[in-house]
């Protein structure tokens, strides 16, 4: 009988605390964590410390020429600048330059540079090292890492020969040092979008010295020194892979000095795991999991902003009978994207007809969705246009082909999306079309290959966040002739509407180099109308950046392309809480 | 006994191989492209083509394998592709350490709980104590252990963080291998979540193999002596009962490094656990090949040990 006393003593207190665990895990109740403070009385120096919870178990890349990703970026606008960068608006601001001359119609850029520049490490900072930097970025070495240099720097005179390794250098051909205050950029072709193309962090300016001393581990070493490699707000304190980064106040900055004493980038492999550390106040700002959504959006903290993303189906024109404009339009105008967002992404997502998103130059917030219609769809006009459309390509729903619409198998939301999809053409159109799913990186083969044929893809899911947020990006690579991502085989078909594909191909074209903004935007704005109306995408969503952020992080603003513009960190603080 | 290591050792060369060679193979003819992966995007025929030859992935399979094995000797594994060229030593350096101390206490707990309690079970056997104590275990073994995490989490989330000592911590993991408050306080729970699984099944084994042993004859001449059942217990059968669960705890020690997948991503510890998992999605050979290196010699390594305690355990197994 003893010994069963105290089994029964051992085992009861593991027991309860399981049972505990479970109560209160199911349990309901207030939301712990929840906001409450409206104080903006600024707090202590010693309370003046962000934490940034970013979701990904490490940066990819703390390099700006290697580094594509939002996350790597984030951090990169900490401590690196380029010649110019984009504002809260996403409008093109002088940032390393004070101002810049375009001549020689539109083929060369001058750079004034600010004075007295300095790297965080106290080490002055001219226009060598613009030069030293952008041509780094080209070299074989650094591109090959990412091979992305030519998408932001491209356009510059020899570029193209030096990712290669055919030429050794730019300097003295596409970037050239005028004086230490000023660096002249040559570059192949006129065009609007190059100053956007050079807000991305691949320009940004590096450190020579460092970056020769410490070769492919440099950024690994960006805290010694007291901090040093960038010129940016702030300088990092400490790096390390695993816990994240800390970035204190850069003393040598050019700008606004910013109010916050430290940032802490703190790594979170799961965005549940993110939300609830900061539901227990262990940092500041965190994403909100998909089924998290509804429910955080009541809430005082839930912050949100339009991103440069969008999701949509494409569909080849060289697959019949998706090159009939009425078949192409009744399958748009059948589908209510409103209804998708909601079943399968918990309404997270904006619907969407746009292809240049909200948030951006470019956007066109008159444009209408195919037919006329809004982004509910219109069935009984899909209806006509797809009866419409079958007798001109002599089909009926009998004796329509298999197609076949391809997703990436990387989550059960698009599973769920193609489903619903699917679903309504089948209710609406009485036609049954296939579902197959493949892997993301055969998505980006594929869709690569689908160039100028008629598959492997024949209508698909996909997505495009911006490069840079210039219309240039979202209409002249995607839907231009021969542009590397216009696997609809826009303009490249056999329709009837195809002289009028390649004329809206031509304006893209004009577009691209016009210098009168509002001209520009007018023109861009009518080409997008077009290809709408053509469903030459089909777009279904925008993916805003949804986030809670602790009610005394007072002055945080994001852009639109989800970043916050140098000079911004000084209207940053932490209030009493 | 050394004879018996260094034999073991040269063996572990060869099992080393054979996984390199097997995981090198599946690797390479996988067809998703860590080059396609990298690209994202911007995949264009030309990029793909120029970073395929700058990473050496345009080699023939023979010589792309030998640049692989002879990096291995120089503890080069070449470089991450996710984790755009990084080192992939520099990751097992850093995550290696942390799921190395997650599993080791984790099986700290599991041995320190488990054994006794099965132990306690053999002995009280088809009493109510017994049967309680096994139904308990076994709800607990059949919980996956993410379900425990997270409950445990959402659990530490609910607490009120505004009563002095409730302040708890829901991740991270703390200075490795330090153990001041703050890191105990990142550490106790999952430790004791990811011991909770395993400390169920040696419970569960510890009471079958003490069972098995209690029931030879040997027991029953002890008992017929008319020995302290304390004595037969602790002196004659447990340590002939441990035999089961000295191979089972040794081939458990690799698994137990790379098996806290949901813990680490629940608790967002930095372990290699899940970069292991992360770099099957992200096609990310160099990391993959490694951490089944480093796995392959955790396994290898526990078998050994496993030989070396038969001896000491039971001293009629000789080494040779």
């Known amino acids: 009988m003893r010994s069963g006393k105290k089994i029964t003593t051992m085992l009861l207190p593991t027991l309860l605390c399981l049972f505990g665990v479970l109560l209160s895990a199911c349990g309901g109740g207030a939301v712990p964590g929840g906001a409450g403070s409206t104080n903006t009385t600024k707090a202590d120096a010693s309370q003046q410390v962000y934490r940034w919870a970013f979701r990904l178990p490490d940066i990819a890349s703390f390099d700006p020429g290697i580094s594509t990703d939002n996350t790597s970026i984030q951090a990169i606008n900490m401590a690196f600048t380029g010649l110019v960068q984009l504002d809260e608006q996403l409008n093109i601001k002088p940032q390393l330059a004070e101002s810049y001359d375009v001549s020689d119609k539109g083929l060369t850029y001058t750079f004034h540079l600010r004075p007295n520049l300095k790297f965080s490490d106290g080490k002055k900072l001219d226009a060598n090292d613009v030069a030293y930097t952008i041509d780094r970025a080209l070299s074989p070495e650094i591109n090959d890492q990412s091979g992305v240099a030519l998408t932001y720097l491209g356009l510059i005179k020899d570029a193209p020969e030096r990712t290669t390794g055919k030429v050794k250098s730019v300097i003295g051909t596409g970037v050239i040092v005028k004086d230490p205050n000023t660096v002249v950029i040559k570059l192949t072709k006129a065009t609007a979008y190059f100053l956007g193309a050079l807000t991305y962090p691949t320009s940004y300016v590096v450190e020579k010295s460092v970056v020769e001393k410490y070769g492919n581990k440099w950024t690994d070493h960006l805290a010694d020194n007291g901090g040093q490699g960038g010129d940016g707000p702030f300088k990092v304190k400490e790096y390390n892979h695993t816990t994240g980064i800390k970035f204190v106040p850069n003393d040598n900055y050019y700008g606004k000095k910013p109010q916050l004493k430290e940032v802490d980038y703190l790594p979170y492999k799961d965005r549940q795991t993110s939300y609830n550390s900061y539901l227990a106040d262990q940092v500041d700002i965190t994403d909100i999991p998909l089924p998290q959504v509804r429910q955080a959006k009541s809430r005082p903290d839930f912050n949100q902003n339009d991103s440069l993303t969008i999701f949509y189906i494409g569909m080849n024109y060289k697959v019949k009978p998706l090159d009939n404009i009425n078949i192409r339009q009744a399958m748009a105008l059948a589908l209510d994207r409103d209804t998708i967002v909601k079943a399968a992404w918990q309404g997270a997502y904006t619907p969407n007809c746009h292809i240049i998103p909200k948030g951006q130059y470019g956007y066109n917030p008159d444009l209408k969705c195919p037919g006329g219609s809004d982004t509910h769809g219109d069935k009984k006009k899909a209806v006509e246009l797809f009866e419409k459309g079958l007798q001109e390509a002599g089909l009926t729903r009998q004796t329509f082909p298999q197609i076949t619409l391809t997703y990436a198998n990387q989550s059960p939301e698009a599973a769920n999306e193609a489903a619903t999809e699917v679903q309504m053409w089948k209710s609406v159109l009485g036609i049954t079309i296939n579902t197959t799913s493949i892997s993301q990186n055969t998505m980006y083969t594929q869709q690569a290959q689908t160039q100028g044929k008629d598959g492997p893809l024949q209508m698909w899911l996909a997505g495009w966040g911006a490069d840079f947020p210039d219309p240039e990006d979202w209409i002249s690579l995607q839907f231009g002739a021969g542009a590397p991502n216009n696997a609809y085989n826009y303009g490249d078909n056999n329709s009837s509407s195809v002289a009028n594909q390649k004329d809206l191909q031509k304006q893209m074209l004009a577009a691209d180099v016009m210098s009168d903004k509002a001209a520009r935007l007018k023109t861009y704005n009518k080409i997008e109308q077009q290809l709408v109306d053509d469903v030459a995408w089909l777009p279904i969503y925008q993916r805003p950046d949804i986030r809670l952020v602790k009610p005394y992080v007072i002055g945080l603003k994001f852009s639109a392309a989800s970043f916050i513009p140098p000079d911004s960190w000084a209207n940053v603080y932490i209030a009493q809480h | ?320």
Do not use: C
């Open chain 2, 1 to 320: 006994m050394i004879q018996f290591i260094l034999k073991r050792l040269i063996g572990l060369l060869f099992v080393v191989i054979g996984v390199t060679f097997i995981t090198f193979t599946m690797g390479y003819f996988a067809p998703d492209d860590p080059i396609k992966q990298l690209l994202g995007q911007h995949y264009t025929q030309e990029a793909y083509l120029q970073l395929k030859h700058a990473y050496h992935l345009d080699l023939p399979f023979f010589q792309q394998y030998y640049n692989f094995l002879t990096g291995l000797f120089r503890l080069d594994f070449g470089l991450s592709f996710q984790s755009k060229g990084r080192a992939v030593w520099d990751i097992l350096k850093d995550g290696v350490p942390v799921s190395v101390e997650l599993g080791l206490w984790a099986l700290v707990v599991q041995l320190a709980l488990g054994i006794p309690l099965g132990i306690y079970s053999a002995i009280k056997a088809r009493t109510w104590i017994d049967t309680t104590n096994m139904l308990v275990m076994l709800i607990i073994y059949a919980l996956p252990s993410f379900v425990l995490a997270t409950f445990a989490q959402i659990a530490l989330v609910s607490l009120d963080t505004s009563i002095p000592g409730l302040n708890w911590p829901v991740s991270n993991w703390g200075t490795p291998w330090h153990y001041t408050w703050t890191d105990i306080q990142y550490k106790l729970v999952p430790i004791l979540i990811y011991g909770a699984a395993g400390f169920a099944y040696y419970a569960r084994l510890a009471r079958t193999s003490m069972l098995e042993v209690l029931s030879q004859d040997y027991i029953r001449t002890a008992r017929a002596k008319g020995l302290f059942e304390k004595a037969i217990t602790f002196r004659h059968a447990f340590r002939n009962a441990l035999i089961p669960l000295v191979t089972v705890i040794s081939v458990s020690l690799g698994f137990l490094v790379s098996g806290a997948f949901f813990i680490e991503h629940v608790f967002n510890i930095p372990g290699i656990a899940e970069t292991t998992l992360t770099s099957v999605g992200a096609s990310d050979y160099p990391v993959i090949q490694a951490t089944t290196v480093v796995l392959a010699i955790a396994v290898v390594f526990g078998n050994l040990l496993s030989d070396i305690l038969y001896t000491v355990v039971d001293p009629r197994i000789k080494s040779e």
